[in-house]
């Protein structure tokens, strides 16, 4: 049975962050990071999540650093192939934000998750995330873009 249950979670979080426009990837069909982030801030984005970035270039301005209200950008990688995003809903410190998103922990809408900037050079480009089922940070570290702001380049 533990078996035949993977077997029907892994598509799930195969195309977690797909934000396909065909109705199976919108916000009422199933839970996907693109379609929540869209309907949850201010930017009107489609595709999957790690094409964001470069999709919002000349339409929303782009930031190293985070505001309430920007969506924070993962990479697409091995564990997130079509990437991911998240919504910041709180700017707590230089290295700490909280933010709501969808599908990280599989199926379900996270709010207020922590998220920490890990990188070096304290510019967002390697963080951790809350796993709420170890109640910590999980231990990968995962490679983002940066933030989309909710307004066009040059008008913060």
């Keep these: ?16 962050c797909a934000g396909s426009g065909s109705g199976h990837g919108s916000w009422h069909g199933a839970v996907q990071c ?3 982030a869209r309907a949850h801030s201010a930017i009107n984005l489609r ?7 470069w999709q919002a270039r000349g339409q929303y301005a782009r930031a190293a650093s985070p ?4 969506v924070l950008v993962f990479r697409s990688s091995h564990r997130l192939p079509s990437g991911h995003v998240s919504v910041v809903r709180e700017v707590r410190s230089s290295r700490l934000v909280l ?3 969808a599908n ?3 199926g379900e809408v996270t709010r207020h998750a922590p998220v920490q900037d890990v990188s070096p050079s304290n510019d967002w480009t390697r963080v951790r995330v809350w796993w709420s089922p170890v109640h910590a940070f999980g231990k990968t570290v995962y490679s983002t873009y940066g933030f989309i702001e909710p307004y066009a380049p ?3």
């Design 99 to 101: 933010v709501d998103h």
């Design 154 to 156: 040059g008008n913060s």
């Design 1 to 16: 049975m533990k078996g035949g249950r993977f077997c029907l979670v892994l598509p799930l979080l195969l195309s977690a």
């Design 47 to 53: 595709g999957d999540a790690a094409t964001w970035w």
């Design 34 to 36: 693109a379609p929540y």
């Design 104 to 106: 990280w922990e599989p």
């Design 67 to 70: 505001r309430e209200g920007d």
